[in-house]
């Protein structure tokens, strides 16, 4: 079974960094397109990133580019997301997400459980 | 402000049909496929509805997609007190070059 599983989130000052991991199992991870989705308390969805399937190549909302970096260790299947200046408006609920690519349409499943990224003073 | 538009709520009585709207433009529905995802309360989105009409595997056959111009649609028919969810749509943007979803719809089983 398809499985992903985000850890590392909690509450930190405005400013501060945080990284946040998520391991996968069940599938190649390296034949995976791995994203990060966050959804704000009672908001919706806001794509954040995305590691393409070679690993290389990486996009980012404009509202975290130059703060935030993806990556992944494949050994252990493992997608990371640094975070860094982290600001208020970051305060969201993470989750990771398996990418599947139509042409250069993304679909994402499956979903983890999510990580809660708390950023206040 | 997303870039997909979605109603904020809908509502049906149980058995009943409903449709959920989401709009978009040329640039990202007009020309890209469409998803769609549940998300029951105090849970993870699921993935409903890709390539605007596919059901994955468990997604029963009351759930359909479709698509027509710059906006898609997520019918739901048979309605269940369980499908009480938010449901967005996503897709590509290929103007602003990343991926965007609806605003989402609460829909409630009266």
């Known amino acids: 079974e398809v499985h992903l599983l985000e850890s590392g989130g909690g509450l930190v000052q405005p400013g501060g960094s945080l990284r946040l991991s998520c391991t996968a199992s069940g599938f190649t991870f390296t034949n995976s397109a791995m994203n990060w989705v966050r959804q704000a308390p009672g908001k919706g969805l806001e794509w954040v990133s995305t590691l393409n399937d070679r690993g290389y190549n990486t996009s980012y909302a404009d509202s975290v580019k130059g703060r935030f970096s993806v990556s992944s260790d494949n050994s252990k299947n493992t997608l990371f997301l640094q975070m860094n200046s982290l600001r208020a408006d970051d305060t969201a609920v993470y989750y990771c997400a398996r990418g599947h690519t139509v042409g250069i349409t993304l679909w994402f499943d499956p979903w983890g459980l999510g990580t809660l990224v708390t950023v206040s003073s | 402000q997303s870039v997909l538009t979605q109603p904020p709520s809908v509502s049906a009585a149980p058995g009943q049909m409903v449709t959920i709207s989401c709009s978009g433009s040329?640039?990202?529905?007009?020309?890209?496929?469409v998803s769609w995802y549940q998300q029951l309360p105090g849970t993870a989105p699921k993935l409903l509805m890709y390539?605007?009409?596919k059901r994955p595997s468990g997604i029963p056959d009351r759930f359909s997609g479709s698509k027509s111009g710059t906006s898609a649609t997520l019918g739901i028919t048979g309605l269940q007190t369980g499908d009480e969810a938010d449901y967005y749509c996503?897709?590509?943007?290929?103007?602003?070059?990343?991926?965007?979803f609806g605003g989402g719809t609460q829909l409630t089983v009266l």
């Open positions: 996503g897709t590509w943007d290929s103007s602003l070059s990343v991926t965007v």
């Open positions: 390539e605007n009409n």
């Open positions: 040329s640039s990202n529905i007009g020309i890209n496929y």
